[in-house]
């Protein structure tokens, strides 16, 4: 009985909707908008949090990069140059750079290190069979891969014979072994580097890629490079740090350094047969890349590097040490405030809609004064007409919050193709956006209802 009389008054809250279509409908669009904000807002939100977790995977975990820098140092010590002050007239500093000693006393002196490896980057053309491609050629330790979280779909890493006496072997990116090698297994076979015949061992397992993080934090791509042994890149293919004073001094001169000044500056070859002509880098390495056991031990580690470094250098800061994954941490924080604004005001809007259904249920009320009231004298109780009108406002409510969620859905696969923004439409989401919608027609429609039911019947058969 209980239960077939609050069918009735839900049956006279879905006649009532019906019969104002139009009403219905303006009052629910309050609550179409809203909830498709909140679910396009928290995609937009879930996409970039996940862009910044790929990211740091493919910056690693805990890692700090040291890389070149240019700067130039002037006899004396004068202002403007990265001296010290304790120059002596007419001295002069000098800095190898980047080398393979600096990776030996990180090595020795940094307790908190996990891994380390140098690297060392050049623009080779890779040929076989009459193709030509141009790759980029690294010559690395094993730790790299571990570094970058980077899997091989086959073959294995370099063993040790391999990486001590400097071997011609390599592992190719999944772009070069597409390239080259499309309906066979490429290990085992060789792959001309320049003048050199390297043997494939492995291959690195294919990665997601994307721009953004080439862009700000300087990553590339592994498809397209060819790894090999570091002490294979300085036997066989070039190795900076022995190059001769007149060759310095001639890169001096192209950098704009002149006489009486000793110019480093950091950045990737490009024609390693000719680098002395076509980039002054003199760092044996293009960069060294450091990890560290825990997160909190980032900071402290970058600085004990930076001090060890200037040290072995002169005193010269002729490198730059960032750290990745904090730069990204704090990006991501940035993000998640902004996130949070955009989630309020997508928020507000339902708010919003919530007062449009008590607007429009006041107003009904008022409408419907003489309806109250016949269903009041033929025996409706105050609890049956407060269950029509909440019933009419939480089925408004509920329409609308599934309306918005079918246009939330696509407003999110609309930003991803017309702005090339990364979205995720999360269940939770949904879920809140739709939880949202439904406590708002039940609190903002009880008050209209509660008045429609407190109405004198006698006063509402004389409206």
């Given at each position: 009985m209980f239960i077939k009389r609050y069918l009735h008054d839900f049956h006279i809250a879905v006649e009532a909707?019906?019969?104002?279509?139009?009403?219905?409908?303006?009052t629910a669009l309050g609550i179409i908008f809203g909830v498709a904000a909140v679910i396009s807002m928290?995609?937009?939100?879930?996409?970039?949090?996940?862009?910044i977790l790929e990211q740091i995977k493919l910056v690693g975990v805990n890692n700090i990069v040291i890389t070149p820098s240019s700067f130039t140092v002037n006899e004396g010590g004068t202002p403007g140059?990265?001296?010290n002050g304790n120059d002596k007239p007419g001295g002069k500093k000098f800095s190898k750079g980047l080398t393979l000693l600096d990776v030996e006393a990180i090595k020795?002196?940094?307790p908190t290190v996990e891994r380390i490896t140098p690297v060392i980057s050049f623009n080779y053309s890779a040929l076989l069979d009459g193709k030509s491609k141009p790759v980029v050629l690294e010559g690395i330790e094993n730790s790299y891969f571990d570094l970058f979280n980077m899997q091989l779909a086959g073959g294995n890493r370099f063993n040790k014979v391999q990486t001590e006496k400097g071997l011609p072997v390599c592992i190719i990116g999944d772009n070069i072994k597409t390239?080259?090698?499309?309906?066979e297994d490429p290990v085992g076979k060789y792959i001309k580097c320049g003048q050199i015949w390297l043997k494939i061992v492995g291959v690195v397992e294919r990665r997601d890629f994307t721009a953004s993080a080439s862009d700000e934090l300087g990553i590339s791509s592994?498809?397209?490079?060819?790894?090999i042994p570091v002490q294979t890149m300085l036997l066989r293919f070039k190795n900076r740090a022995l190059l001769r004073a007149d060759e310095i001094a001639k890169a001096n001169q192209r950098a704009g350094g002149g006489d009486g000044m000793v110019v480093i500056i950091g950045g990737p070859a490009e024609q390693p047969d000719n680098a002395i002509d076509t980039d002054p880098n003199l760092n044996q390495l293009d960069k060294i890349i450091v990890q560290v056991k825990e997160t909190e031990q980032l900071s402290q580690s970058a600085n004990l590097i930076k001090r060890m470094l200037l040290r072995r250098h002169s005193g010269l800061y002729d490198f730059e040490v960032t750290i990745p994954e904090l730069l990204l941490k704090q990006q991501q924080k940035t993000k998640n405030i902004f996130n949070v604004v955009l989630g309020a005001i997508a928020g507000i809007s339902l708010i919003v809609g919530g007062i449009g259904i008590m607007n429009i249920m006041l107003a009904s009320v008022l409408e419907r004064i003489r309806e109250i009231g016949v269903r009041q004298a033929v025996g409706a109780k105050q609890k049956d007409i407060i269950a029509q009108f909440l019933a009419e406002s939480t089925l408004?409510?509920?329409?609308?919050?599934?309306?918005?969620i079918i246009l939330g859905i696509v407003l999110s696969k609309v930003i991803t193709a017309v702005f090339d923004i990364k979205t995720i439409v999360s269940f939770f989401s949904i879920f809140i956006a739709f939880g949202v919608s439904v406590i708002v027609g039940i609190t903002f429609g009880y008050l209209p209802a509660k008045k429609a039911a407190e109405n004198d019947p006698v006063v509402s058969l004389r409206a």
């Open positions: 909707i019906f019969a104002n279509r139009v009403k219905s409908i303006l928290l995609a937009i939100g879930n996409g970039a949090e996940q862009e140059s990265n001296s020795q002196v940094l390239q080259f090698f499309r309906q592994s498809d397209n490079k060819i790894f408004i409510s509920l329409t609308g919050g599934i309306i918005g």
